[in-house]
């Protein structure tokens, strides 16, 4: 059977948009303050990230925001609660993006948007890290397990640190209102957001690649899915995850006439089979609940 096209750079290529996301997190708090301070001349860091709004950083904040968000919206995960838990934190992060805290004096009902919905959207890119991001293989490489550890080490300093800015705000804001405690509190927050993203991306501790040319002389293959795309190339990065070979087939011929087929086919290495048919029922048993009734 003829290969049509290789969908392998499709998974590296949504690899780099969660490296992309990672950066931006890393080093957002960093180019608000060296941007304020070198280009626009500011005498001194600010109290607090959101306050970056109202100096001449304020397209840089609004749109890393928003390229996160946008990203969020997007993002498909293994199952209904990484979407509902992406789409969520994406609509949070739009609140502090389009609801700017005050530029000085009490707080105004818009910024008490703007920090609950940023307090939400951080409190559950932690969680995601922690519960979402560790789920799934029952037999996961030595890579996946070290980055699970990652995950939960940066859900951990998230919440910690969003923790610590709360105890600044209930208790010490007002003996102490010039402090940049709440900006580096913030600062770390991102960083181990981003540190999260990198992981999950393939930064820190991927996976051994697989060689496609070798499956494709293979004589032993089997087919285990046939689906939509997408849902294909999400099956197969999971099993990659947890060590199983696989490639995805375009069978129908429509690929020498250019066109794009419904389906996909999905094979992997016979040998690896026991080893793959928990995951795969337990992957139809999510997507395609209605075919097992």
């Avoid at 960093?30 to 397209?59: C, E, K, Q, W």
């Avoid at 390229?67 to 934190?89: E, K």
């Avoid at 922690?130 to 293989?137: D, N, S, V």
């Avoid at 208790?171 to 770390?188: M, P, Y």
Wanted: proline share 4%; net charge neutral.
């Amino acid at each position: 059977m003829a290969i049509k096209q290789d969908h392998t750079a499709l998974i590296h290529s949504y690899h780099s948009l969660r490296k992309a996301v990672g950066w931006i997190g890393i080093l957002l708090p960093f180019v608000l303050v060296l941007g304020h301070l070198v280009i626009f001349r500011g005498g001194r860091p600010l109290t607090n990230m959101s306050a970056y709004y109202h100096t001449g950083m304020r397209d840089v904040f609004v749109g890393a925001i928003c390229a996160i968000a946008l990203f969020l919206f997007f993002y498909r995960g293994y199952d209904r609660w990484d979407n509902r838990a992406a789409d969520l934190a994406g609509l949070f992060a739009l609140g502090v993006a389009f609801f700017p805290t005050v530029k000085e004096g009490s707080w105004d009902w818009v910024a008490w948007i703007h920090f609950t919905t940023a307090a939400c959207f951080l409190v559950i890119l932690a969680l995601i890290s922690i519960f979402l991001f560790t789920r799934g293989e029952r037999h996961p490489t030595e890579m996946k397990k070290k980055r699970n550890l990652v995950y939960r080490a940066c859900g951990i300093v998230m919440l910690a640190s969003l923790a610590s800015i709360a105890v600044f705000f209930l208790f010490f804001d007002r003996i102490n209102s010039d402090s940049r405690f709440v900006l580096i509190a913030e600062t770390v927050t991102l960083m181990a957001f981003g540190i999260s993203w990198l992981a999950k991306g393939g930064t820190l501790y991927p996976d051994k690649p697989i060689k496609k040319n070798d499956m494709e002389n293979e004589e032993k293959l089997i087919r285990v899915f046939t689906g939509p795309e997408p849902t294909a190339m999400l099956l197969l990065e999971m099993l990659e995850e947890t060590g199983v070979k696989g490639l995805i087939k375009n069978d129908s011929g429509l690929g020498y006439m250019g066109a794009v087929p419904q389906v996909m086919d999905l094979y992997i290495l016979e040998d690896d089979l026991e080893k793959a048919t928990p995951l795969i029922n337990e992957f139809r048993e999510k997507h395609f609940p209605e075919k097992d009734s």
